[in-house]
């Protein structure tokens, strides 16, 4: 559910026209809905609710600071996957203690700024990199509290490019190895083993590849236990899908939910989650305006508007689907067109044809689903400044992220 509505024809945000929006913004902007962040978030919580649980936001999803700073207030930690996330988490106000680094590979950098912030846990992905970990937190004269997060090898039937758990991944340590990589971090005395990890790929539609996963990892927390490793923390990583609008809606965080804490009850571990996606993704659209319309040959018709693969990659990245639609009064659709950016690729192609009404020069459009990886895989590329990112509440909106300047594009550099 989203707060993305029609009134009288118009479509809003919460109380706000679009059009308004538009207006005073200018195109294209990223518009999230906060009525819609805080009963996603809420929605994710009671689900998980017979679990001790930990719910720390994939921060790459949606990285601004209103948003992360928002998610804070709703009891939410971070996943971070860089030193720059780690930035913007404190920036936001994040509690250090709800912090989890992930990712394959960490600078020394990164690494010693997580040591110093003191962050909850390092979801370590190689037995290589547990020897860097455990170096720097000794140089640092503490211990840094490990997971290792395990490839369970499931196949969660989604993308190609965002499955992370098949054999061929360059994700986890590969399962067959992992006791081994206990063992070995078990004699590193700048570490101090907490649990296990996984994190099985992106927009997962059905619940049994987690189901799966989680039976994989229950049975290695048993194994890692008689082994003498001192497991109190088990981390499902994120993951669930959301309705994109053009097939069947994923299972619900209810159902993931009651299916997880089945399968993980009595286990007595911290159930840690990841979720990025299932949060922000339908608390947010790209609003765009028509630049022009242009005939193709034959019967080709493009919508050409002013936000392009730069602003939203995932159409031309993962084939992904995006509802679009005119923000003024529905009219009947009366062509089928591609609405294409003004970027110089061929794979500039934001929606490929749809039946939409006729439009014109200045009409106004919205992406759909576009608040997770929509701003943060935008790019400045054919030196286009990234769009403004509006938070409304209510009546009320701001604008959490300036459009970018002209200035912003040289920011650094010299002749
Ligand atoms: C990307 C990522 C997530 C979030 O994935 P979603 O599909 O957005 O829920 C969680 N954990 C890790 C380790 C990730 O890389």
Redesign the pocket.
């Known amino acids: 559910m989203n707060h993305f509505e029609r009134k009288g024809g118009e479509l809003y945000c919460e109380e706000v026209p679009l059009a308004e929006l538009a207006e005073e913004v200018g195109t294209p902007a990223y518009v999230y809905s906060t009525a819609t962040l805080q009963r996603h978030a809420r929605v994710f919580h009671a689900a998980l609710r017979r679990l001790d649980h930990l719910a720390c936001f994939?921060v790459?999803?949606l990285p601004n600071l209103a948003v992360l700073s928002l998610l804070a207030k709703e009891g939410f930690g971070f996943?971070i996957?860089s030193g720059g996330e780690l930035f913007r988490a404190l920036k936001a106000g994040a509690d250090v203690t709800r912090i989890v680094f992930?990712g394959v590979g960490k600078r020394r950098d990164e690494l010693d700024a997580a040591l110093k912030a003191g962050i909850f846990q390092f979801?370590c992905e190689s037995e290589e990199e547990l020897i860097q970990l455990s170096e720097a937190a000794l140089l640092r004269k503490t211990r840094a509290r490990v997971a290792i997060r395990v490839n369970p090898d499931v196949d969660a039937r989604t993308h190609p490019y965002?499955a992370?758990a098949l054999s061929t991944s360059k994700f986890g340590v590969p399962a067959a190895r992992v006791r081994a990589a206990y063992r070995k971090a078990a004699g590193l005395s700048g570490l101090q083993i907490v649990g296990v990890a996984c994190?099985i790929g992106?927009?997962v539609a059905e619940v049994k590849p987690f189901v799966e996963a989680a039976l994989k990892l229950r049975a290695l927390v048993e194994r890692l236990r008689r082994d003498g490793h001192s497991i109190e923390r088990l981390d499902m990583?994120?993951?669930?899908g959301v309705p994109y609008g053009e097939s069947k809606a994923p299972a619900s965080p209810s159902e993931y939910g009651e299916a997880l804490s089945k399968v993980l009850r009595g286990l007595d571990v911290k159930v840690i989650f990841?979720?990025?996606?299932?949060l922000v993704a339908n608390a947010g659209v790209l609003l765009t305006r028509v630049l022009l319309r242009k005939r193709g040959a034959g019967a080709r018709r493009f919508v050409v508007v002013d936000a392009g693969m730069n602003d939203l990659l995932r159409p031309a990245l993962y084939g992904a689907h995006h509802e679009l639609e005119p923000v003024g009064r529905p009219r009947k659709p009366a062509e089928l067109v591609d609405v294409v950016g003004p970027v110089c690729e061929s794979a500039d192609v934001l929606a490929k044809r749809r039946r939409l009404p006729t439009l014109e020069t200045g009409d106004l459009l919205v992406l759909r689903s576009a608040g997770?990886y929509g701003m943060s895989m935008a790019s400045q590329y054919n030196a286009r400044p990234r769009p403004a990112e509006v938070l409304v509440d209510g009546r009320s909106w701001r604008i959490v992220r300036q459009r970018e300047s002209l200035d912003d594009l040289v920011r650094g550099e010299t002749v």
């Open positions: 994939a790459k999803a996943d996957v992930s979801n965002i992370t994190h992106s927009q990583g994120g993951g669930l990841e979720p990025g996606r299932l997770a």
